[in-house]
T-cell receptor
Framework: EAGVVQSPRYKIIEKKQPVAFWCNPISGHNTLYWYLQNLGQGPELLIR????????DSQLPKDRFSAERLKGVDSTLKIQPAELGDSAVYLC??????????????FGPGTRLTVL | QKEVEQDPGPLSVPEGAIVSLNCTYS??????FMWYRQYSRKGPELLMYTYSSGNKEDGRFTAQVDKSSKYISLFIRDSQPSDSATYLCAMSSNTGNQFYFGTGTSLTVIP
């Protein structure tokens, strides 16, 4: 069974440029998460989807960040414009969904963003 | 104060040693406690998953939860060089899917 797929794995851009990350969750997983992980820190939730609905986006900086999960499967996270402080690893995770006794989150390998 | 506190290390031990990793937390609503392992340039992978207080053992790994002290531990017996990674604790409440992660502890097991 394929795990969570993310692309690209690495991205280098100049500040003020736009950037987009893509995530394909594990088949059958209704819940999808985007996390931000800075060097030496644990993942911090940006947004959580239940199917196509964003149910928790309180930590998403909405002035420059946006996300979508149009058909309740794969998702994109966009930053426009990028700032130097956005350099980090962006992790996508998926789980079966709320109500499941073992709601384990499976993580993708992440996209490492460098903003110059 | 952060929801979850974890000593970042780094921690370096000889092969075969017993490793103890710990986290403390402040939110008494946390009921689910997890330990993730993250290798360099990889995503975190779940090691242990515990509900409420008590111990759970899986091979060389033992997770302990002491809710009265708001303290959780992961013990690794007979540590191996392949255990070298960053270990993240994570917690969530009964009602939601919000996971709160520690900063991670970097572990190196020296052959």
């Amino acid at each position: 069974e394929a795990g969570v797929v993310q692309s690209p794995r690495y991205k280098i851009i100049e500040k003020k440029q736009p950037v987009a990350f893509w995530c394909n969750p594990i088949s059958g997983h209704n819940t999808l998460y985007w996390y931000l992980q800075n060097l030496g820190q644990g993942p911090e939730l940006l947004i959580r989807y239940e199917n196509e609905e964003a149910v928790d986006d309180s930590q998403l900086p909405k002035d420059r960040f946006s996300a979508e999960r149009l058909k309740g499967v794969d998702s994109t996270l966009k930053i426009q414009p990028a700032e130097l402080g956005d350099s980090a690893v962006y992790l996508c995770a998926s789980s079966l969904g709320a109500g499941h006794a073992n709601n384990e989150q499976f993580f993708g390998p992440g996209t490492r963003l460098t903003v110059l | 104060q952060k929801e979850v506190e974890q000593d970042p290390g780094p921690l370096s031990v000889p092969e075969g040693a017993i490793v103890s990793l710990n986290c403390t937390y402040s939110n008494s609503a946390f009921q689910y406690f997890m330990w993730y392992r993250q290798y360099s340039r990889k995503g975190p992978e779940l090691l242990m998953y515990t509900y409420s207080s008590g111990n759970k053992e899986d091979g060389r790994f033992t997770a302990q939860v002491d809710k009265s002290s708001k303290y959780i531990s992961l013990f690794i017996r007979d540590s191996q060089p392949s255990d070298s990674a960053t270990y993240l604790c994570a917690m969530s409440s009964n009602t939601g899917n919000q996971f709160y992660f520690g900063t991670g502890t970097s572990l190196t097991v020296i052959p």
